[in-house]
């Protein structure tokens, strides 16, 4: 075999490293919210408002997805992408009230995308009424929310490079007031009462046995009268609950309902 020139050593170390460079797609996609800064924590039924730009994105991507767990907003789209660079949304405007959309690379892609996402923070507490007695259940997932999640895809489909992902947390205020409250009353038989009846559901009972324990007498309550308390808020629950409470449950349904964009 004859020995390779300098040149055409150069000549083919230079394709290779071309074709490897052509070949491997970018590390990971960069998201740069560049309105403001987006916090850690957000209250249940917030309206979050933000514009994102996506960047690096490899060259063989022919498929951004992009998801959020912010819910659509009657007044305005989830998704408004105001510089596409290359892209269009698959779907059409019908889906830029989806969670999950994806945008699809024209003839020359560019390498950013910016977005607009105007949504609502999932509302955790749903209130119903079972016997005549009202029942507030909060979902007991608060962590790991997503603003956005955006990853590129090839032309099968397959993950290119590192997604980009912000998570928040949710509060749901109520809980954290009556947690508040909770911790100062010394009593412990009838702070577990108290918190037993919230964890049911029961969270008006809770409430008003809450502020009787709040009061001077909290310290010489007993167990005894503790649960005598509780079974008389139950009652009373039972009692004024039918008429009373499909009432409430209808105004904070309708009001989760507008949350929800009416979904």
């Known amino acids: 075999m004859l020995p390779m020139n300098h040149t055409a050593a150069c000549m083919y170390f230079g394709i290779i490293i071309s074709i490897f460079l052509i070949c491997m797609p970018s590390a990971a996609l960069h998201a740069e919210i560049i309105n403001k800064s987006l916090t ?13 730009q996506f960047s690096d994105i490899p060259k063989q991507t022919r498929i951004l997805e992009i998801a959020t767990d912010l819910t659509p907003v009657p007044e305005k789209n989830l998704w408004e ?3 596409p660079d290359g892209f269009k949304v698959s779907g059409g405007e019908e889906s830029l009230n989806d969670r999950n959309i994806e945008l699809e690379t024209l003839n020359s892609p560019g390498d950013s995308v910016t977005a607009k996402i105007y949504g ?12 005549g007695v009202v029942v507030t ?7 790991g929310y997503t603003y956005y ?3 590129a895809l090839d032309e099968n489909r397959d993950i ?9 947390s949710i509060v749901v205020p109520d809980d954290e007031q009556f947690s508040a409250r909770l911790e ?3 009593n412990a038989d009838l702070r577990r009462q108290i918190n037993s009846l919230y964890d049911k559901g029961l969270k008006d009972e809770a409430n008003e046995l809450l502020k009787y324990a709040e009061s001077p007498k909290d310290s010489t309550v007993s167990l005894l009268a503790a649960i005598i308390i509780g079974v008389f808020m139950l009652i009373a629950g039972f009692a004024g609950g039918t008429v009373f409470g499909q009432i409430r449950a209808k105004n904070i349904q309708d009001f989760q309902d507008e949350y929800k ?3």
Do not use: C, M, W
Not at 122 to 130: A, F, G, I, Y
Not at 137 to 143: A, D, I, L, Y
Not at 160 to 168: D, S, V
């Open 149 to 151: 999640h955006i990853q």
């Open 81 to 83: 992408i105001t510089k």
């Open 160 to 168: 290119l490079g590192t997604a980009a992902t912000e998570t928040f």
């Open 120 to 131: 609502r923070v999932p509302v955790l507490t749903t209130v119903e009424v079972v016997n």
């Open 184 to 186: 100062k009353v010394s």
């Open 137 to 143: 259940k909060v979902n007991t997932r608060k962590t």
């Open 40 to 52: 850690d924590s957000q209250t249940e039924g917030d309206v979050v408002e933000y514009i994102i």
């Open 261 to 263: 964009g009416g979904k």
